[in-house]
């Protein structure tokens, strides 16, 4: 009889603790899919702007989990340029600072080492050298410190260096050296006007040299009526003359930040 008995009780609890396996199961594998989304966290969204996961083994699971148990909601980031100065334009201070530009984005712990990020398409600065719209990035983790370059179409780059992405919007100030709020005294070298200039890729080699020499001279006396049509009007008055010329020689041999 009690043979009998142990053969009923293995009966009624095998099924049971199937259920509770099949019910477990999944369930731990969801919330190991969570320890590495939150491993994957602080990365940054993608630049169209909407909200998402990350790569992981349980990508699928992560998602549903992650929204419907903690309402996760991945921001994207943004750059806006407060100042970037070109030298030597004419005209008063902050009404001819225009400038076609890129940025870049360096790791600020491993010297030497590739953009973490580079604009995929040129931006222009107002008269003012700003620009306020928001400029998308990825690449980065917030709350670490990044070196930020920003390369004009006509002068070599400038680089702030331990720039921390502290909120979803950064401001960099090119006119200082530590990226502080009030405009400074620094400027974009000029004379780096080689290369068709129409894409970052294009935007220059980022050194002043015999060849953008030989670019100038090509357009020596060209009319520039606009002041910022001809990209050889270095500093941008009504004609490519003995000025621009000087601004290159004296900022011959000179290199970028970013070099």
Do not use: C
């Not at 040129?122 to 620009?131: I, K």
């Amino acid at each position: 009889m009690r043979k009998y008995k142990i053969i009923v009780l293995a009966l009624i609890a095998l099924p049971i603790f199937f259920i509770l396996t099949l019910n477990i199961t999944p369930k731990l594998e969801s919330w190991f899919s969570i320890l590495d989304y939150n491993q994957n966290f602080y990365k940054t969204a993608p630049n169209n702007g909407t909200p998402d996961t990350f790569s992981s083994p349980y990508n699928s699971k992560v998602r549903v989990l992650a929204q419907s148990e903690f309402s996760v909601v991945i921001k994207p980031l943004y750059f806006r340029v407060k100042w970037a100065v070109p030298e030597l334009r004419v005209g008063a201070p902050g009404t001819n600072d225009d400038a076609t530009f890129y940025l870049a984005i360096y790791s600020s712990v491993e010297d030497g080492a590739p953009p973490v990020y580079v604009s995929d398409k040129l931006y222009a600065t107002a008269e003012n050298g700003t620009y306020t719209a928001d400029i998308p990035i990825s690449g980065v983790t917030l709350g670490k410190t990044y070196d930020i370059m920003f390369k004009g179409h006509q002068s070599l780059s400038k680089k702030l260096n331990d720039v921390q992405i502290s909120s979803n919007t950064t401001v960099l100030n090119f006119s200082t050296l530590d990226n502080s709020s009030a405009k400074g005294p620094e400027v974009l070298l000029g004379g780096d006007i080689s290369n068709s200039g129409v894409t970052p890729k294009s935007l220059g080699d980022d050194v002043v040299n015999s060849v953008d020499i030989s670019v100038l001279l090509d357009d020596l006396d060209l009319g520039d009526a606009s002041g910022n049509f001809v990209r050889s009007n270095i500093n941008q008055d009504t004609s490519v003359n003995s000025v621009d010329f000087s601004i290159i020689l004296k900022n011959l041999d000179k290199i970028g930040d970013q070099s």
